[in-house]
């Protein structure tokens, strides 16, 4: 990879998701630290009866949540659902609003319990065996390399190159990352792998690459007016099956970040590697 072609990437678009496993809002500018995106992941369903995170990783008991809308709005969030409700985070009766949509008793929390964990349906067997079917579900502990209380899957960041969302040919917002960076003609899709304890140079902000980002069911599914998309997962699966995080060869797209200097990424940053 050419010097040239690193010293040519930018922030193409920034995201945060305020309620885990909503759909999230594309931003201008956005603060990171230690515990990552300012706002991002900020709120999650807890469902009642397993005490367990709700996350559309589990697609056939939450991929709902995907039809929502999330939107920051100074200290609360609003909620919209697919026909046309609307609540907010401090709401009296949000809880009960959510538990009739979702079809099930849940609570929502702001604040990541200890041992928070999700279900995490396995990928292969939900694209075989349709989002309804019963699959393995192995239980996966939330945000173990995120300090703080969001509620994050693992790490702070997660950012994709436009050059690896262009070869798979779909939209960023199904790998649901907060940093977009485009990148220039020729450079290579999945780069992201070669990242890893490399830091990355973010406008004021420096972050190191943790590892490839491991890729579950959700790209697949329904986002809103996004249809669903089998390829989100072949493709990857099919092409970049690599080691991460010690779980063995997985479908990968993207990188995991942690953030080593706190500050504000704005849409046309550069990007470098060091």
């Known amino acids: ?5 690193v010293e040519h990437m930018r922030v ?25 995106a300012e706002g991002d992941r900020q709120f999650a369903l807890i469902d009642d009866a397993s005490g367990r995170v709700a996350s559309a990783k589990q697609a056939r008991l939450w991929r709902g949540l995907l039809s929502c809308g999330a939107v920051t709005e100074d200290r609360r969030v609003r909620i919209l659902m697919p026909d046309g409700n609307m609540t907010t985070t401090d709401e009296d ?9 979702v079809g099930r008793s849940v609570r929502l929390a702001d604040s990541r ?23 393995d579900a192995p ?19 997660h950012a994709i190159t436009t050059a690896t969302l262009e070869h798979i040919g779909v939209e960023a917002a199904r790998y649901r990352p907060n940093l977009v960076i485009a990148t220039p003609p020729g450079y290579p899709a999945y780069a992201e792998n070669g990242w890893t304890d490399q830091i990355l140079s973010v406008g004021g902000t420096r972050l190191r690459a943790m590892g490839p980002t491991p890729r579950c069911a959700i790209p697949t599914l329904e986002h809103g007016q996004l249809p669903r998309a089998p390829h989100a997962l072949r493709t990857p699966a099919a092409e970049n099956r690599v080691e991460a995080f010690g779980l063995g060869p997985l479908p990968c797209a993207g990188a995991y970040l942690q953030v080593l200097s706190e500050g504000t990424m704005q849409i046309g940053d550069l990007v470098s590697l060091d």
């Not at 193409?12 to 990552?36: C, D, H, Q």
């Open 113 to 135: 319990p200890a041992g928070a964990s999700i279900e995490r349906a396995d990928p292969d067997q939900v694209l075989d065996m349709g989002v309804d079917a019963e699959v």
């Open 12 to 36: 193409e678009r920034l995201y945060r998701y305020p309620v885990k496993s909503m759909l999230g809002e594309s931003v201008e500018s956005l603060f990171v630290n230690a515990g990552g």
């Open 139 to 157: 239980i996966l502990e939330l945000a173990l390399a995120t300090p703080g209380n969001s509620f994050t899957d693992l790490a702070p960041v």
């Open 1 to 5: 990879m050419s010097v040239e072609a």
């Open 93 to 101: 009766d949000v809880d009960d609003r959510l538990s009739r949509f």
